[in-house]
């Protein structure tokens, strides 16, 4: 069985989508998952699966979502494997500089990070830096001119519906909790 991560978007922000990170490993493990945990509040499961197909497994946590917690939350699928692919071929600056905050930008379909790339303009390279490996984008900006990037800015932008996003020290982590390293 392989290993998989689901990445729910949009729970337990502001108040909304009150989901408890129990309760949806105790839902995941009621519907066949197996090996379940769940990290941070923010909607970050790692389980196993017989299912290899990821946009059966997005459709099913969608499911169970929507079954138990009467929510419609979009989720981003990618496979331990998949994951470990992604960190090795992050860009060297991301997670690196000092200084900087360093997001995961994680491009749920149908929209390609290619997409956000073209939807949100020329970056500010004096602030920020942006690259994308498969629909995974990594970006890191200046902590001292955050308010002046433009990916900052892509909350509330037509593809920011299509984003869940993770700082690098949870991605980080939960490829250490799949033993990714």
């Not at 069985?1 to 995941?28: C, P, Q, T, W």
Request: charged residues 25%; proline residues 2%.
């Amino acid at each position: 069985m392989e290993k998989y991560i689901a990445l729910l978007r949009g729970i337990n922000v502001g108040g909304k989508n009150k989901i408890s990170m129990k309760d949806l490993k105790d839902a995941f493990l009621k519907n066949g998952f197996t090996s379940c945990a769940t990290y941070i509040n923010s909607g970050n499961v790692i389980f196993q699966s017989q299912i290899s197909d990821t946009e059966k497994l997005k459709q099913k946590c969608e499911k169970i979502i929507k079954d138990t917690f009467s929510l419609d939350v979009p989720v981003y699928i990618i496979s331990a494997a998949g994951l470990k692919k992604a960190l090795d071929n992050a860009p060297s600056w991301w997670d690196n500089l000092e200084g900087y905050k360093h997001n995961a930008l994680f491009v749920l379909p149908p929209v390609t990070a290619s997409d956000v790339f073209s939807g949100t303009g020329e970056l500010k390279n004096e602030y920020e830096r942006a690259e994308y490996y498969s629909n995974i984008i990594f970006w890191s900006a200046s902590l001292k001119y955050l308010s002046r990037t433009k990916y900052l800015k892509i909350v509330g932008a037509e593809v920011y519906d299509y984003l869940t996003i993770r700082n690098s020290n949870t991605v980080k982590k939960l490829a250490s909790l799949c033993d990714l390293g």
